[in-house]
């Protein structure tokens, strides 16, 4: 199954939580997004430059553990995950996610991934996984999702609006919903509310409705 959607719409703590109640893994592509984009600052690379971006990640083999309580990213004995929602890979990522040889590169990592499990992000539903059996897409407005995630940052609400405003518009080639996708407005629901609403949807599909 698929759980698309926008920037810090709920998709990694929905997707735990579905992944959890399902007793299987549950994969982040944008750790994967996140991770090349740290990869390309620490080696000063252009980051529109696609060459010198795929020569970082190149010289940096990753492994993604994808943990139902959360996903975590390894180079060699290095866990990047801390590292992957700060500020300057947020600002970054997008610019990262426009390349093709990157989006090749998250694919294939994900495509080896033994199913079943659930996998988030923006175009799992549509381009990476179309065959999924239940696809689900997360919005919420940017005033919400600013409100909750100031809760996990020391930054001002109206900053991080506009940054996800930014991001939203900077990956909205490949953030289309599947057409065969449930859209969930998660801004009137607590996160155990969306959880209940997807794994509903994944009872209703199973039992053909
Ligand atoms: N329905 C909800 N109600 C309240 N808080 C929520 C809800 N869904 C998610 N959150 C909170 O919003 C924040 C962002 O959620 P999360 O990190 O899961 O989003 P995301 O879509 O994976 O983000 P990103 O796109 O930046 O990786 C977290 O603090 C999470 O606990
Ligand atoms: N399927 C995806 C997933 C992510 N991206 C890009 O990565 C950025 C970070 O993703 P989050 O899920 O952690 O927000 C995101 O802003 C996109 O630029 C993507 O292109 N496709």
Known sequence: ????????????????????????????????????????????????????????????????????????????????????????VDHGVSAIAVLPGVRAWVNEQLRQVPPPFVAEGRDMGTNVFPHAGAKFYLTASPRVRARRRAQERPEDVDAIEAALIRRDDLDRVQSAPAADAVVIDTGPLDLDGVIGKVLAGVQRHRAGQ
């Open 1 to 88: 199954m698929t759980i698309d959607g926008v920037a810090a719409s709920g998709k990694s703590s929905v997707s735990s939580g579905v992944a959890r109640a399902l007793g299987i893994p549950y994969l982040s592509s944008g750790l994967l997004y996140r991770a090349a984009t740290l990869f390309a600052l620490e080696d000063h690379a252009d980051l529109s430059d696609q060459g010198a971006v795929l020569a970082a990640l190149g010289t940096h083999p990753v492994r993604l553990e994808p943990l139902a309580e959360g996903n975590r990213v390894w180079q060699n004995g290095r866990d990047l995950t801390p590292e992957l929602h700060s500020t300057r």
